[in-house]
């Protein structure tokens, strides 16, 4: 298909990638083990290890797990914040032949209780603050073998000890928890050591991660992203973002990249874009284990000439409200790169106001590993689009039926590459539901391409809500909803927010007159992580249904928006 977007690609960039050049990410994870073995690779609460490091720490963790007898392919969970075990973990179980199943740790019980069930996952490494909830749910699950970490335990001696007193003494931050048979993350290492790494041969199409996003049926899905996939997408961001960086004249590598990891890891964007992308640039990752808290954020990036800066909307907001903020050093910032939901204007102009460093805007989703577009790194200004897409994809806006629609019209997004997910975990109606017959992903997303390739989103076809750069399905919170007696029935919408750029509300029909706005919210606190939480609650008689019974969400959202 003709691709016009490549005549508007800035200088030096490539029209397509090698997608072949790696056969897995074990081999792009190696390369980088070997080339900058003395070079610090992530970097948390003041202690740093070095691509050294986690190479040999990945070896001891990946031979402990091929100890326990688990079967090539088998899924091994991870749950945990940006702490230094994270890229330890995901590494040992890539080299040892396994699949890397992401879990949010601020999932509740039920949300818990269907990943781990629905990848099948036979191991999990848990930070020990959650253990607590994979307690509840652990009897339905097939996890065999519990690896607990800590906040300190790869921090050093001293500091982890008083780190681990402080998380679980003082602040009270690991809730009591008995999980018999678990095995600490030190434990692990050290049992591992004494262990060779036995070298499976892991191909293209091996399944790297199941990255679990939600769906139409109300249940998260596992989007299987193969090593080949989240390989491609590294070298198509590399290209996009990192393509003027020079090889520094010393040693024939080039000049280390400085990443603001404030994306979880266990967010796709965050995963490739900082910590495969980093590593394949042998950049230093700066993990942020709470970005919430944006004073300590802000004094965690003090020491360093930070140069890329992956983030969504809200974060950069909340940066830019923050005094110290603009006291950091911004001399080295080569660009920001703002995902997962819209980049405001307002926003990105400030950025640009503070930091000197355009704020472009990119767009993917977990099926697409997850980067497509992207805005030019050299823009000067607020566009107000997703960009264009990135080498090796190619974008389409399909009507209805499936056939590309001219210029300037609506339609759904489609897309293709080598970072297009092959479909869902054992979900073969979905997965058929979203690809064409020639390989085309249907995004969901309502858009138009300009004559230069340029996209912009106009609306969503499908429900989603988006909070925060995180996808939240109506039909999700509905479900829980539903089950309060009190409740009739149900619709969730996502309604504008100046802060999370959509916030959730719902709209209920009483089964009992009593119940009350504080009742579905209390009722919500257990079942649903905090972005997903009902932030408002309306009342009525009735719900706006088709004349089969459906109910009419785009309505609702047209009589928020009215009111």
């Not at 139409?216 to 003027?244: E, F, M, P, S």
């Not at 995902?339 to 099926?367: F, I």
């Not at 909803?481 to 009483?510: N, R, T, Y």
Request: aromatic share 8%.
């Amino acid at each position: 298909m003709e691709r016009p977007w490549l005549a508007h690609y800035p200088p030096g960039i490539p029209a397509d990638i090698d997608p072949g050049r790696y056969r897995s990410l074990v081999q792009l994870l190696e390369e980088a083990f070997g080339q900058f073995a003395a070079r610090p690779a992530f970097a948390c609460m003041g202690k740093t290890l070095s691509f050294g490091d986690i190479d040999r720490l990945s070896r001891q963790f990946g031979a402990w797990l091929q100890s326990l007898g688990l079967a090539r392919g088998a899924r091994v969970a991870l749950m945990m914040p940006n702490v230094l075990q994270y890229p330890v973990a995901i590494a040992a179980v890539l080299r040892a032949g396994y699949t890397v199943v992401n879990v949010n740790p601020l999932y509740t019980a039920p949300e818990l209780e269907h990943q781990l069930k629905d990848s099948g996952a036979e191991a999990i490494v848990i930070l020990e603050n959650f253990a607590h909830t994979l307690q509840k749910v652990l009897p339905s699950t097939a996890i065999r073998h519990i690896v607990l970490a800590s906040m300190g335990d790869l921090l050093g001696g001293v500091k982890g000890a008083v780190v681990d007193v402080v998380v679980r003494h003082v602040k009270k931050l690991v809730p009591p928890f008995q999980l018999p048979g678990a095995v600490t993350f030190k434990r692990a290492l050290a049992q591992g050591a004494g262990r060779p790494l036995e070298r499976p041969d892991v191909g293209p199409d091996d399944i790297a991660f199941l990255q679990y996003t939600g769906g139409t049926t109300g249940v998260a899905k596992g989007a299987i992203l193969l090593h080949r996939n989240v390989a491609a997408n590294v070298l198509q961001c590399d290209a996009w973002l990192l393509t003027d960086d020079r090889p520094a004249a010393d040693d024939g590598l080039r000049a280390q990249q400085i990443f603001v990891c404030a994306l979880p890891l266990y967010h796709i964007f965050g995963l490739t874009v900082c910590g495969m992308l980093g590593m394949h640039a042998g950049g230093l990752n700066v993990l942020i284990p709470n970005p919430r808290n944006i004073p300590e954020l802000v004094q965690a990036l003090s020491p360093y000439r930070f140069t890329l800066f992956p983030g969504v909307n809200t974060l950069f907001n909340a940066l830019l409200n923050n005094q110290k903020f603009a006291s950091l050093d911004f001399s080295g910032l080569r660009v920001s790169v703002g995902g997962g939901m819209a980049v405001q204007k307002s926003v990105a102009d400030r950025w640009v106001a503070v930091t000197g460093s355009p704020l472009c805007e990119g767009y993917g989703l977990s099926e697409t590993s997850p980067v497509a577009c992207c805005t030019p790194i050299n823009i000067k200004e607020y566009s107000g689009t997703i960009g264009i897409p990135l080498p090796s994809t190619e974008a389409a806006i399909l009507d209805d039926d499936g056939n590309p629609v001219p210029s300037g019209e609506r339609g759904e997004i489609a897309l293709r590459g080598p970072q297009v997910m092959p479909g869902y975990w054992n979900m073969p109606e979905e997965t058929a539901r979203v690809m064409t017959a020639d390989g085309f992903f249907k995004t969901g997303d309502i858009g138009i391409m300009d004559e230069r390739g340029y996209i912009r989103i106009v609306d969503r076809k499908k429900d989603m809500i988006l909070v925060s750069g995180f996808n939240v399905y109506p039909n999700e919170v509905e479900a829980v909803v539903s089950q309060h007696p009190g409740v009739l029935e149900c619709a969730a919408i996502g309604v504008p927010d100046e802060h999370s750029g959509e916030a959730v509300k719902v709209v209920v029909v009483k089964r009992d007159p009593a119940l009350t706005e504080q009742d579905i919210k209390a009722f919500c606190r257990d079942r649903l992580t905090g972005y997903k939480r009902p932030r408002y609650v309306e009342f009525r008689t009735e719900l706006p249904k088709t004349n089969v019974g459906k109910i009419l969400r785009r309505e609702l959202r047209s009589s928020s928006d009215a009111a």
